[in-house]
């Protein structure tokens, strides 16, 4: 199906000021016109937040708590990546989202004010997960590492700039995080932290538990905690994306699923860079009550 020579380091295009890959802005049309459903949910992150956590967690609430069910198929099968256009004949997210049966979820990474306005006008639910912007950057630059599909970060010395000016797909972790807060009142929004859910499984699983309606018996609630761990994760083919060839991700550069920490910038910044990080992320996000939390 996928053959070598179909992957190749992609280029960014903007859509109106934002950076995305190529291939996506080129279907943009086709992108902003899809039809949501009322009973569509949408996990929405900044790369890096723990989407591929959250969406391990939803399906098992959906699936009662049952890991068999959550093995039927890789993570990317059964959460569609709605704005994902991979090389033809590969059927982009929008088209895989399209012909599966509903209630779908769905997964993106798109800023608030690039999400398909249906989603708005059909009033979906929407789960949002944030992650501190240094442990995000880290964990970005070892992905473009080994995906193969996305631009080479170059040093990490260099990707530290590139990332603070937002020159990354997806656009700016700054104006994403901040405009999705912004958003979480007006419509049927959870915002979520990383840094929660490391604290707190139990607790935040409860939480979208409740957000979808779902009670979660105590014997439920402790499978999908011990299912979702970082370990169980790391090990679950269906869950570390190792079903892809390594011509798309290698893993032998970086696993996908590959520290799961808070605090692991540590290991990657210099005191230098910390500060200097610190001072563009105060001054972009002054006047906001949005705050994270860097290490536990
Ligand atoms: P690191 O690179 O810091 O390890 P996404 O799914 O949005 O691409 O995010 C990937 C990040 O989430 C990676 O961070 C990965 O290790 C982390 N992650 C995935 N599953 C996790 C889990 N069960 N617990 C904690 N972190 C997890």
Known sequence: LLTPDMVTRCR???????PLPSD?????????????????????????????WIQEIVDMIQQDGDPQK?????????????????????????????????????????PLELVPPSFWEQDCKVIYVARNPKDSAVSYFHFQRMNQAL?????????????????????????????????RDKHRILYLFYEDIKKDPRGEIQKVGRFLGRELPEPVLETIVEHTSFERMRENPMANYSTLPTFVMDQAVSCFIRKGLVGDWTTQFTVAQSERFDAEWARRLE????RFCTRL
């Open 151 to 183: 631009p080479d970060p170059g040093s990490w010395d260099q990707y530290l700039e590139t990332f603070l000016a937002g020159r990354v797909p997806w656009g700016s972790w700054f104006d994403h995080v901040r405009a999705w807060w912004d958003a």
């Open 24 to 52: 996506t802005a080129q279907l943009w049309g086709r992108i902003w016109g899809f039809q949501a459903r009322p009973d569509d949910l949408l996990i929405c992150t900044y790369p890096k937040a723990g989407t591929t």
């Open 12 to 18: 960014l295009a903007a859509v109106r000021g934002v």
């Open 287 to 290: 006047g906001s009550d949005l």
């Open 70 to 110: 959550c093995y039927r198929a890789p993570i990317y099968q059964r959460i569609p990546f709605l704005e994902l256009c991979p090389p033809r004949p590969l059927p982009s997210g929008f088209e895989a989202a399209a012909a599966m049966p509903p209630p779908r979820t769905l997964k993106t990474h798109l």
